[in-house]
């Protein structure tokens, strides 16, 4: 396209809140096949809301809350921000010898106990438990498996017309990237209208979904808004950050940065894209 109409085109998606950091990435967001999407809180709502709290025999719903928010402060994930949000100001404790695995969860010491939140698989994996079929972060304590609590992950209002609307566009293919689990992830597809679902993975399996779109179905454009989904963003032909802050944790690493709190600003990107690239033919 000439240089003026990228110009233009750019112009037009700053007035819509879309920042496009480069004329290739404008040029490939237009042509784009495959659409692929974090889950939690980029379909669904970039606030998830506590369910139930389930402590083991030996544990109370009070301990493990709060040593399990305690240790959230210090995390940027979407569930940590929602545990600290939902947890009484004067049980959160200090921290020490803090520890974030990306995907997995957190470890630190709280008023001197070993704790561990997180994934099952990282907080207690040879405890035997079974995974809750929902939205759940797990809690340890000196090794021990303390319990679980649940959240309530709602779809974005916005989601499924977007989805639609990302068809009628040109999109061959919808997929969600997701490390929560199959059941959350398949129930959330549905209502969504993403047609390939993959749940359960870690960031760099999310790499490997991403590399492994066919030549007939590129580009690929990855979607997503935490810390964790900065190296599919960057493994996609267009990475987007999506987060009301602006500057979200996955901004950096991304092509396109959506500053407001709202998935559909993806379907304007595309059809300004696409408006750019038939002007300047
Ligand atoms: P999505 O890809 O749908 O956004 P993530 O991969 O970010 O989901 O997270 C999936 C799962 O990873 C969560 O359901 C949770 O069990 C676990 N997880 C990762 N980081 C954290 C954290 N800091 N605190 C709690 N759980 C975490
Ligand atoms: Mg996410």
Same mark, same amino acid.
């Given at each position: 396209?000439?240089?003026?109409?990228?110009?233009?085109?750019?112009?037009?998606?700053?007035?819509?809140?879309?920042?496009?950091?480069?004329?290739?990435?404008?040029?490939?967001?237009?042509?784009?096949?495959?659409?692929?999407?974090?889950?939690?809180?980029?379909?669904?709502?970039?606030?998830?809301?506590?369910?139930?709290?389930?402590?083991?025999?030996?544990?109370?719903?009070?301990?493990?809350?709060?040593?399990?928010?305690?240790?959230?402060?210090?995390?940027?994930?979407?569930?940590?921000?929602?545990?600290?949000?939902?947890?009484?100001?004067?049980?959160?404790?200090?921290?020490?010898?803090?520890?974030?695995?990306?995907?997995?969860?957190?470890? $630190?010491?709280?008023?001197?106990?070993?704790?561990?939140?997180?994934?099952?698989?990282?907080?207690?994996?040879?405890?035997?438990?079974?995974?809750?079929?929902?939205?759940?972060?797990?809690?340890?304590?000196?090794?021990?498996?303390?319990?679980?609590?649940?959240?309530?992950?709602?779809?974005?209002?916005?989601?499924?017309?977007?989805?639609?609307?990302?068809?009628?566009?040109?999109?061959?293919?919808?997929?969600?990237?997701? $490390?929560?689990?199959?059941?959350?992830?398949?129930?959330?597809?549905?209502?969504?209208?993403?047609?390939?679902?993959?749940?359960?993975?870690?960031?760099?399996?999310?790499?490997?979904?991403?590399?492994?779109?066919?030549?007939?179905?590129?580009?690929?454009?990855?979607? $997503?808004?935490?810390?964790?989904?900065?190296?599919?963003?960057?493994?996609?032909?267009?990475?987007?950050?999506?987060?009301?802050?602006?500057?979200?944790?996955?901004?950096?690493?991304?092509?396109?940065?959506?500053?407001?709190?709202?998935?559909?600003?993806?379907?304007?990107?595309?059809?300004?894209?696409?408006?750019?690239?038939?002007?300047?033919?």
């Amino acid at each position: 396209a000439a240089p003026v109409a990228m110009v233009a085109g750019m112009s037009s998606m700053s007035k819509h809140h879309v920042i496009v950091k480069s004329g290739p990435t404008l040029e490939q967001l237009g042509r784009a096949k495959t659409f692929a999407f974090d889950k939690t809180g980029t379909l669904t709502q970039n606030q998830l809301v506590i369910q139930e709290v389930i402590p083991e025999a030996g544990f109370t719903k009070e301990e493990i809350q709060s040593d399990a928010a305690s240790l959230e402060t210090q995390s940027g994930h979407i569930i940590a921000s929602s545990l600290v949000k939902g947890t009484p100001k004067d049980w959160i404790k200090p921290v020490n010898d803090l520890q974030e695995s990306t995907g997995n969860g957190v470890s $630190g010491t709280v008023n001197g106990k070993l704790v561990k939140v997180g994934k099952l698989a990282y907080v207690a994996p040879d405890s035997g438990v079974k995974k809750a079929p929902t939205t759940a972060v797990y809690v340890s304590v000196d090794g021990k498996y303390a319990g679980h609590i649940t959240f309530k992950d709602q779809l974005r209002p916005e989601t499924p017309a977007t989805l639609a609307r990302l068809r009628r566009q040109g999109a061959k293919h919808i997929m969600m990237l997701t $490390g929560d689990n199959q059941d959350v992830a398949n129930a959330i597809a549905e209502a969504a209208g993403v047609d390939d679902v993959r749940a359960g993975l870690l960031p760099a399996e999310k790499i490997e979904a991403i590399k492994g779109v066919s030549e007939d179905n590129r580009p690929v454009v990855m979607t $997503g808004d935490g810390i964790n989904d900065a190296p599919s963003l960057t493994a996609a032909d267009v990475g987007i950050a999506m987060g009301a802050k602006g500057a979200t944790a996955a901004s950096e690493s991304a092509d396109v940065v959506i500053m407001t709190d709202d998935i559909s600003k993806i379907n304007d990107a595309v059809a300004i894209s696409k408006h750019t690239m038939k002007v300047a033919e």
